[in-house]
């Protein structure tokens, strides 16, 4: 028996088993010395967790957690909810990569991952080992971004009187993008540039959460807004009506205010995809990827026979492609996937997610 320490909880644990994995072979070891790869029995914790005897203070560098690019809505009868939340709840503590949200406005449990084949996974994982038998999954949907790409100068009052105490506030700024390497995987920025005393500091804050709690849905379709950052610079507060609530008021509406001027575009995920192939078939196997959208980076031998090519898909396009590639290889292609980047949508592609969105926001208002 061993005793190390977590040192997110720095709570002590007894491993009494240690094993080694290969495929679904479980062999005990005596021992594991620097750079093996082996796993505890029994050990509770999260992913990324650093364990040492108690005596070192260490902690490993954390991995870098992408943000997911693909959400679906899953659902299972009352009688299953027990299993299907408990294998929902080990999901999110095995995979930082694995999201978890329930939608208020419209009762939906909905999981998010790196991928069709990531969530599929969870989905056939729910079904084998906990038994939801009546699982049921929606569409697949692609996280999109949305994002502007000028400057555009604000002046925005928020002035509302309700027979007692009214609301004030008013603020002067812009808003402008941000160059790509100072955004990636963050959401906006927010800067003041007050010089006076026109609003009083203690209100700054509230101008920020007023930005972000905005830049959640964007104004095209309704995706959270990223690469944007928001100054101030002057504005004006009254003695009595000024609040916490104003100026963030104030700050959502200066931000739907310009978001048209400052010429918004939707950004969609750009996947590194390697498919491999017998070379007999490699005219059939690029023409699925063209006819995705895919742009050819490299192709080349790998070996004897075999034939592989790098492209760059987006994320939208590739629901489905294992069983076309599958269809025109006779069963020998295979393919991978990982997120590479956000790129911005092509005009056509943008025009029907945004009419889209209307659509559905018209819908919920005739409810």
Sequence with gaps: TWEITNMLTNRRTNVKRLVRMHSNEIRDVPFASGGDIVALAGVDCESGVTFTDGKERVVCTSMFIPDPVMSLSVSADRAEQPRFQKGLKRFLREDPTFHLEVRQATDETVISGMGELHLEIYCERLRREYNVTTLQTGAPEVNYRETITVRADYDYTHKRQTGGRGQYAKIVGYIEPMPDDDWEGEGIDFESHLSGNE???????????????????GQLAGQPLVGLRAVVEDGQAHDVDSSDMAFQAAAAGALAQVYEDAMPVILEPLMKVEVTFPSEFQAAALQTLNTREGSIQATRP???DTSMVEAEVPLRTMFGYASDLRSVTQGMGEFSMEYLKYEQMPTNRKEELVIKHREQKESRWKR
């Design 302 to 304: 790998v070996s004897g």
């Design 199 to 217: 609003i009083p500091p203690n209100f700054v804050p509230s101008i920020e959460r007023g930005f972000r709690a905005a830049a959640v849905k």
